[in-house]
């Protein structure tokens, strides 16, 4: 499984942001990310933003490539940072929170393949499709074991990527829900759904 807890960089080993701070941070932003409830993502970024601003900083999610900045609130102006106000870029901290260049993804899939086998073997060749569809999806759009899925990433699986891209049966089609149901059971993962 992959470990998310970030690695303490330069940029942040002397940060003027005390460690637990960027910490706590990441893990808000992470939950705003992650709240199917609007009201739940609002307050998590209520939560980060007041925590951050207690230092006299401001954070932004930059959507383009999943990373937290945390920047003085000295930069903005209603909400806008003013370039002309960046006095040293090295008091900015970014903190990238998705899938990462030195992540293994052979070690993501070897572990979803594994779970497909399980399927295949407990079950039927038949639910091992859909759990390796399942598998494609994880590994690929989130670099995540499978089995690690939250209830988000299990909705837009089911109602957006396995209609397009699984090229299921009728039969199999009818037995998705179950077939990943299987996998959570297999690795004594709960079900988020």
């Known amino acids: 499984m992959t470990d998310h807890t970030p690695e303490m960089t330069?940029?942040?080993?002397?940060?003027?942001?005390?460690?637990?701070?960027?910490?706590?941070?990441?893990?808000?932003?992470?939950?705003?990310?992650?709240?199917?409830?609007?009201?739940?993502?609002?307050?998590?970024r209520r939560e980060r933003d007041r925590l951050v601003a207690d230092h006299d900083y401001s954070a932004r999610l930059r959507e383009e490539d999943s990373t937290l900045v945390l920047y003085p609130a000295g930069w903005t102006e209603d909400g806008t940072v003013q370039f002309d106000r960046i006095d040293d870029t090295d008091r900015a901290i970014e903190v990238p929170l998705g899938p990462q260049e030195g992540d293994n993804w052979a070690a993501v899939e070897a572990h979803n393949q594994s779970i497909v086998e399980a399927v295949a073997e407990d079950a039927s060749a038949l639910h091992a499709k859909n759990v390796r569809a399942f598998a494609d999806f994880m590994g690929n759009h989130y670099l995540q074991p499978l089995d690690t899925a939250t209830a988000e990433q299990l909705t837009v699986f089911y109602e957006e990527y396995y209609p397009r891209n699984a090229w299921a049966s009728e039969r199999q089609q009818a037995v998705v829900e179950a077939s990943i149901r299987i996998a959570f059971r297999l690795t004594d993962a709960s079900y988020p759904l």
Do not use: F, W
Request: net charge negative.
């Open 10 to 44: 330069d940029d942040t080993a002397d940060s003027p942001l005390p460690e637990d701070v960027v910490s706590e941070a990441e893990r808000l932003t992470a939950l705003a990310a992650d709240a199917v409830d609007n009201a739940a993502k609002a307050a998590y």
